[in-house]
């Protein structure tokens, strides 16, 4: 039975993080950066401040493809440079290129608070270190899928408590400026609380999906109106609140807190996959820039994107981080260092999407050399 139902917990999560999965997810994202927020909106939004996420302004290397590699040929099959592909990403919500990977890795910084609070913050210092020791001659890319494999496998096997999914409405008159934000934010905690949240992470979302046609609402992971069947959205703004965390909703106190406050909690069931439900929903969320800066001090009001409340809470749990990781060859060991292309006779390879195994190479030492001129921040992944 062990075995069985180890095989079982195997085939799922390797399911939960296939190749498709993947593309799925991408997929989802590229929808949601289509739908337009129409103008009579635009400026409700550089009002108030708040817009989607990736909806910025990148740098201009932002998913540029870059190379690294080890140029010890001595350890190398046919005496060649070895070689790995990659895109700088700048690691920012604001940025419509990375924006993606900001938000894939706040999603997995997330996993790894959820198997804090069940397993203890030594436990997933260990697993951290297990999983580079695994992956130190592959790709950063592998590294974190793995990390990500085996924390989903961890919540997957709770049986006594779940994640579950929440939706946070107020009134829709509400101030989400920036002094009143604030304010609302803490009333949100205060109004899931009542009805039964124990705490988790809470993701605030401005706007909702509507039909452009019937103006219908469109519910999440929906990509088509069910009230006309057209398939061209538009944001419209909406403001409230994902949570993401531990307990269970209580209809009856759901009941008194509406026709107390006007507040409407509904609970959207346990979570499959964590990881993916936390990327889809910083997808789209909130980003805050502060059109009213303070004069005085010369700063802007900033605001987390993911906040933690109850017993997750910043000030009740400690969580391990991932720290670096220093890509390694597989030939020698050597850290890889930037390379440039000298290549005249032909192009450079180019970065695969599809299959992150042909990102590797192995090319004549003529044809590359070692980037010296200068020092360049790597957030390649």
Not at 3 to 22: A, D, H, P, V
Not at 71 to 83: D, I, L, M, S, T
Not at 254 to 259: A, H, L, P, S
């Amino acid at each position: 039975m062990l075995k069985k139902r180890l095989l079982r917990e195997k085939i799922w999560y390797q399911g939960q993080f296939s190749e498709e999965g993947t593309r799925d997810l991408v997929k989802m994202f590229d929808f949601l950066a289509r739908q337009p927020v129409p103008t009579e909106f635009e400026a409700w939004c550089k009002r108030i401040g708040w817009n989607l996420s990736g909806h910025g302004r990148p740098y201009p290397d932002c998913g540029k493809t870059l190379y690294r590699g080890c140029e010890n040929v001595r350890a190398h099959p046919q005496g060649k440079v070895f070689g790995r592909i990659f895109r700088r990403t700048c690691m920012r919500k604001q940025c419509p290129v990375c924006y993606e990977s900001w938000a894939l890795a706040e999603a997995e910084r997330s996993l790894i608070r959820f198997v804090s609070y069940f397993y203890g913050y030594q436990y997933v210092e260990r697993l951290i270190l297990k999983v580079k020791t695994e992956t130190w001659k592959a790709q950063r890319r592998v590294f974190h899928k793995r990390l990500q494999m085996k924390l989903e496998l961890l919540l997957h096997r709770r049986r006594q408590e779940k994640i579950i999914h929440w939706v946070i409405s107020p009134p829709q008159d509400i101030d989400i400026r920036a002094l009143g934000y604030a304010r609302a934010r803490t009333e949100a905690y205060l109004h899931a609380r009542n009805v039964g949240f124990k705490g988790g992470c809470m993701v605030f979302h401005p706007f909702r999906l509507r039909c452009r046609k019937c103006k219908s609402r469109i519910d999440d992971y929906s990509k088509i109106c069910l009230s006309c069947g057209s398939r061209r959205f538009e944001w419209y703004p909406s403001p409230h609140w994902h949570a993401v965390g531990l307990g269970w909703i209580s209809h009856e106190g759901v009941g008194v807190q509406y026709k107390r406050s006007g507040w409407v909690v509904r609970n959207l069931g346990v979570r499959k996959n964590v990881f993916w439900t936390m990327g889809y929903l910083l997808s789209h969320a909130g980003v805050f820039n502060d059109p009213n800066p303070c004069k005085i001090l010369s700063r802007k009001r900033k605001f987390h994107v993911t906040t933690w409340f109850g017993i997750l809470a910043y000030s009740k749990l400690s969580v391990p981080k991932i720290g670096s990781f220093p890509e390694r060859c597989p030939y020698c060991q050597h850290f890889l260092k930037p390379l440039d292309y000298v290549g005249l006779d032909r192009p450079p390879p180019e970065y695969d999407v599809e299959d992150s195994l042909n990102n590797e190479f192995l090319a004549d030492r003529r044809l590359w050399s070692v980037h010296y001129a200068e020092k360049r921040v790597d957030f390649g992944v």
